[in-house]
């Protein structure tokens, strides 16, 4: 696959108007040593480069741009859009933003423009336009960023009026919209379109995380993550006016709830994220992140920004412990990055982010671990070249990932209050990477043709098209594992009547007469076949076969001895149903199954406790070879023999890897 960019960008925000002009030299002179060859400049300077509704000032931005431009960077040219100057908040009041209490703003902050205000999309597009107008045609400018982390939610006049347009084009009628929303339950009946209200703290909110009518409130994220959408498009289409070629993005924010990322994949040219992992993020969190990243496109995507040491915002902003950063690095890459960009590349002022990290401290100078540790990796990337660039991972495991199934699950009244989306696919995501199986994040309409296996846990909401296109997957060979808390809703909510797990009924070939729920203090067990137990709780399904092999039962309880896992024949194919949360252990037992019957293999045949990630170009591939563990590993013997790429030497038997230790290993195609 060719790449949007000729060599690896690095580099990242980088925010020089905070210091003087002496010092832009004294940078570029310390960035040249770390190899750094790209920076993200304008990401918030609206104010500055409009300081009064009708007058633009591009000066400092002109000296900027001219000086990376003279330096040979790679520019990731931003908007400015997300942070909207105060003298519009001031002449307009309606740009900023309501919020779910009903609080109209003030002033302030960030991410703080209403999307549906006509104001800041006259002035947001103005300013897209005037830029590539300006700088579309520069050479050096890489990549167009628009605004900056699209996100929050907008609860003003201006939105819900909107929101009645957008319902009226997608119901059409009002009946069909009380319908969709079962609106006569609890009497809420509507007549009128403008009878609709914004789903928030003054109406059928409860709690911001609950509802009274969750086909309401899902329908309302809907529109807000199609309002920032069409915000974005705004912006994107006023700048390809004038330049028809330079790759336009926006930073996304792995698993964030609010936006659908998949939608927004499909406008935009190159998917780019922010990674932030925590003090307790593990390894598979962030790699599963990666993988949904990449998924969204099925192509190498961005790294747009990534601490070089330390946050200012988590509660604990530890620092990237010695060779820490540049591990991270490497599984960004490894899991289809082409950059890897900071933020940022000298560290703030003033403001709340002065202690956040960056590739210059406040010292000034290149005298630090952080910048050493920068400028390894840099000249490390420096001779990769362009060899991993648009090459891809391949995986024969789809794991579906919908933002319809993320909201409608946690807007889920019962049967527990702990179903948390994102922390469910984990689960199954972390079995393959545990064992280096490689696994494309992948839409509810995807090709399932394409997997040996499809994993679709708690995949509450099943869409029209979906039960058939499952079907058809599974009778044609196909291995699919669903779980407890599947196909009970349609699109809007509502259940598929006829019995649990609706459409899925069939496919799984049981019937789920009802669900018990546990709280965190309470478990049971499942017996598998050969007599080993195994703990699990959260929910257990209790249910009667259909056809499907009960593969364990539970233990206790007035449903002991009752199927909790079952295996179904369909067609030529299989469908695991996993009834309940088993923890760790237990699931293995029933993905190990799975691999077995679906013939699905690692990345390498050898078993390590190493991260194992394989990118194909199309002479070779790139066995990225990574230690996250405390304790040292040898490199799998089948990888010996071959050349590591950082080093230049082959690798030899009984070579080890510490904590955080890397190898590229190259092998023929
Ligand atoms: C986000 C933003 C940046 C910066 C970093 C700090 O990713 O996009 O502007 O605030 O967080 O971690
Ligand atoms: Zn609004």
């Known amino acids: 696959m060719k790449s949007k960019f000729k060599r690896i960008l690095y580099g990242g925000d980088y925010n020089p108007n905070q210091w003087p002009k002496e010092i832009w030299a004294e940078d570029m002179r310390i960035f040249k040593n770390a190899r750094i060859n790209s920076a993200t400049i304008n990401v918030f300077s609206w104010a500055k480069i409009q300081p009064s509704e009708e007058v633009y000032d591009f000066t400092v931005l002109d000296e900027m741009v001219d000086r990376l431009s003279e330096e040979n960077y790679d520019i990731v040219l931003a908007t400015s859009t997300a942070a909207i100057p105060a003298w519009m908040v001031k002449r307009y009041p309606e740009v900023a933003r309501t919020?779910?209490?009903?609080?109209?703003h003030k002033f302030g902050q960030r991410h703080n423009a209403c999307p549906n205000s006509p104001v800041y999309q006259k002035y947001a597009a103005a300013l897209a336009a005037k830029l590539a107008e300006r700088y579309g045609s520069n050479e050096h400018v890489s990549c167009w960023h628009i605004n900056n982390e699209y996100g929050g939610e907008c609860f003003c006049e201006n939105c819900e009026k909107a929101f009645r347009v957008w319902l009226r084009k997608k119901y059409k009628?009002?009946?069909?919209?009380?319908?969709?929303?079962?609106?006569?339950?609890?009497?809420?009946t509507i007549y009128d379109w403008d009878e609709i209200v914004l789903p928030n703290a003054l109406s059928e909110g409860i709690g911001e995380n609950k509802t009274a009518f969750a086909g309401l409130s899902i329908d309302y994220k809907r529109f807000n993550s199609d309002s920032m959408l069409n915000n974005y498009m705004m912006e994107?289409?006023?700048?390809?006016?004038?330049?028809?070629?330079?790759?336009?993005?926006?930073n996304l924010m792995g698993t964030y709830k609010g936006l659908d990322y998949f939608k927004w994949a499909k406008e935009m040219d190159i998917v780019s994220w922010d990674n932030y992992p925590g003090l307790e993020t593990p390894w598979s969190y962030t790699a599963m992140c990666h993988d949904l990243m990449r998924g969204l496109k099925d192509e190498p995507f961005m790294l747009m920004?990534?601490?070089?040491?330390?946050?200012?915002?988590?509660?604990?902003?530890?620092?990237?412990?010695?060779?820490?950063?540049?591990?991270?690095s490497y599984q960004t890459v490894a899991h289809g990055a082409d950059t890897i960009q900071f933020f940022q590349l000298r560290r703030s002022v003033g403001g709340c982010e002065k202690f956040h990290g960056a590739v210059i401290g406040h010292v000034g100078t290149d005298n630090t671990r952080v910048f050493r540790e920068v400028q390894q990796l840099g000249m490390e990337l420096e001779s990769l070249g362009d060899s991993t660039l648009g090459s891809v991972n391949e995986a024969e495991v789809g794991l579906v990932f919908d933002w319809d199934n993320y909201w409608a699950l946690e807007y889920?009244?019962?049967?527990?209050?702990?179903?948390?989306?994102?922390?469910?696919?984990?689960?199954?995501?972390?079995?393959?990477?545990?064992?280096?199986?490689?696994?494309?994040?992948?839409p509810f309409d995807a090709d399932f043709s394409r997997y040996k296996v499809v994993v679709a846990p708690v995949l509450y909401m099943v869409k029209s098209g979906m039960r058939e296109a499952l079907e058809e997957f599974v009778e044609n060979g196909g291995v699919l594992i669903t779980t407890y808390m599947?196909?009970?809703?349609d699109q809007s909510d509502n259940v598929h009547l006829g019995g649990y797990p609706g459409p899925l009924r069939t496919l799984a070939g049981v019937w789920v007469e009802e669900i018990d729920a546990l709280s965190p203090q309470q478990s049971n067990e499942v017996i598998f076949q050969d007599g080993t137990k195994e703990n699990c709780g959260f929910l257990c399904d209790i249910m009667h076969l259909e056809g499907a092999e009960c593969m364990a039962k539970y233990e206790s309880d007035f449903y002991a001895s009752s199927p909790a896992v079952t295996k179904n024949g369909f067609g030529k194919g299989i469908t695991y149903y996993v009834g309940t949360k088993l923890e760790d252990e237990g699931l293995a037992k029933v993905l190990e199954m799975v691999m077995v019957d679906a013939k699905v293999k690692p990345v390498i045949g050898d078993v390590t406790e190493l991260e194992i990630t394989c990118r194909k170009s199309d002479e070779y591939s790139f066995y990225f070879v990574m230690n996250f563990k405390d304790q040292d590993y040898k490199v799998p013997s089948c990888l010996v023999g071959y050349l590591d790429v950082l080093t230049g030497e082959t690798v030899k038997n009984d070579e080890t890897?510490?904590?955080?230790?890397?190898?590229?290993?190259?092998?023929d195609n």
């Open 99 to 104: 919020d779910y209490d009903g609080r109209h």
């Open 657 to 667: 890897l510490s904590k955080y230790d890397v190898k590229i290993i190259r092998v």
């Open 236 to 250: 994107r289409d006023a700048i390809r006016r004038t330049d028809k070629e330079t790759p336009i993005t926006t």
């Open 305 to 328: 920004e990534q601490t070089p040491s330390q946050q200012n915002w988590q509660k604990y902003n530890s620092l990237k412990r010695p060779g820490q950063m540049r591990a991270q």
């Open 173 to 188: 009628t009002i009946d069909a919209l009380n319908k969709a929303w079962n609106l006569e339950f609890w009497g809420h």
């Open 412 to 442: 889920t009244s019962g049967p527990s209050e702990d179903l948390t989306y994102v922390e469910h696919i984990h689960q199954y995501y972390k079995f393959f990477y545990d064992r280096n199986i490689a696994v494309n994040m992948i």
């Open 486 to 489: 599947s196909g009970i809703v």
